[in-house]
T-cell receptor, first 117, second 109 residues
Framework: EAQVTQNPRYLITVTGKKLTVTCSQN?????MSWYRQDPGLGLRQIYY???????DKGDVPEGYKVSRKEKRNFPLILESPSPNQTSLYFC????????????????FGPGTRLTVL | DAKTTQPTSMDCAEGRAANLPCNHS???????VYWYRQIHSQGPQYIIH???NNETNEMASLIITEDRKSSTLILPHATLRDTAVYYC??????????FGPGTRLSVLP
C-alpha cells in the first residue's frame, strides 16, 4: 500500500532532550516536507526537500533540523526541544513540486503529536 | 503568489450535496487548485485537483470558473463521515502548499 509513515505517533518529552521523528514513504517520491499544526494557526511548513541531499527552510524552521540521505526517509530532528514546539506534526511527500504539474499532489502521513514539558 | 479565501464554516444535511466555495483570484495561469480535507487531527487527505477543466473522481467534483478566480468543491451526497475541515490550496512559489484556515463542514443528520 502506498503510504507515508511517521514514528512515533505520540511522544511526551522534556525540555532539552534531543529527539527525532521519522518519516518514510514508499512511493519513490522526490519531494518531502514537514508541517506543524497548531490551533488557530493552521498548517505551517517547517522544512522541505526537493531531492536527496537537497533541503530548504519553510516558514517556521527555527529549532528544527532535517536530513535527506535517502529518497524514502526524511527525519525531523529537534536538538533541544522547548515547550513552544509542542504541536501536531505531519510529514508529506509528492512525486514533484513545481506548482504546475498534476504530480505535485502531496500525500500526508498520520501525524505525530509531540508534547514538550 | 496565489492565496485562497474560504467561508469559515458551513452546514449540510446528510444526503444532500455539499458545495464548498473557494476564491483564488490571484492564481496564475498554470497553477493547479488542490482540495484536501482533515478529519479531526488526522493527516490531510487529498480529494481532488484541477487546472482549468471541471474534474470528477470517486470522492467529489471540482468546478472551476472560466476565469479561474474561484472554484467549488461538490460532495454529491454528503454523509456524516464527510464532516471535516476542507482546504482549498493553490501553489505558492511552486514549493509550498499554503494551508489557510479552511472551511469547517458539518454534515447534520
Amino acid at each position: 500500500e502506498a503510504q507515508v509513515t511517521q514514528n512515533p505517533r505520540y511522544l511526551i518529552t522534556v525540555t532539552g532532550k534531543k529527539l527525532t521523528v521519522t518519516c518514510s514513504q514508499n512511493m519513490n517520491h522526490e519531494y518531502m516536507s514537514w508541517y506543524r499544526q497548531d490551533p488557530g494557526l493552521g498548517l505551517r511548513q517547517i522544512y522541505y526537500s526537493m531531492n536527496v541531499e537537497v533541503t530548504d527552510k519553510g516558514d517556521v524552521p527555527e529549532g528544527y533540523k532535517v536530513s535527506r540521505k535517502e529518497k524514502r526517509n526524511f527525519p525531523l530532528i529537534l536538538e533541544s526541544p522547548s515547550p513552544n514546539q509542542t504541536s501536531l506534526y505531519f510529514c508529506a511527500s509528492s512525486l514533484s513540486s513545481t506548482g504546475t504539474r498534476s504530480t505535485d499532489t502531496q500525500y500526508f502521513g498520520p501525524g505525530t503529536r509531540l508534547t514538550v514539558l | 503568489d496565489a492565496k485562497t479565501t474560504q467561508p469559515t464554516s458551513m452546514d449540510c444535511a446528510e444526503g444532500r450535496a455539499a458545495n464548498l466555495p473557494c476564491n483564488h483570484s490571484t492564481i496564475s495561469g498554470n497553477e493547479y487548485v488542490y482540495w484536501y480535507r482533515q478529519i479531526h487531527s488526522q493527516g490531510p487527505q487529498y480529494i481532488i485537483h484541477g487546472l482549468k477543466n471541471n474534474e470528477t473522481n470517486e470522492m467529489a467534483s471540482l468546478i472551476i470558473t472560466e476565469d479561474r478566480k474561484s472554484s467549488t468543491l461538490i460532495l454529491p451526497h454528503a454523509t456524516l463521515r464527510d464532516t471535516a475541515v476542507y482546504y482549498c490550496i493553490a501553489y505558492v512559489d511552486g514549493q509550498n502548499f499554503v494551508f489557510g484556515p479552511g472551511t469547517r463542514l458539518s454534515v447534520l443528520p
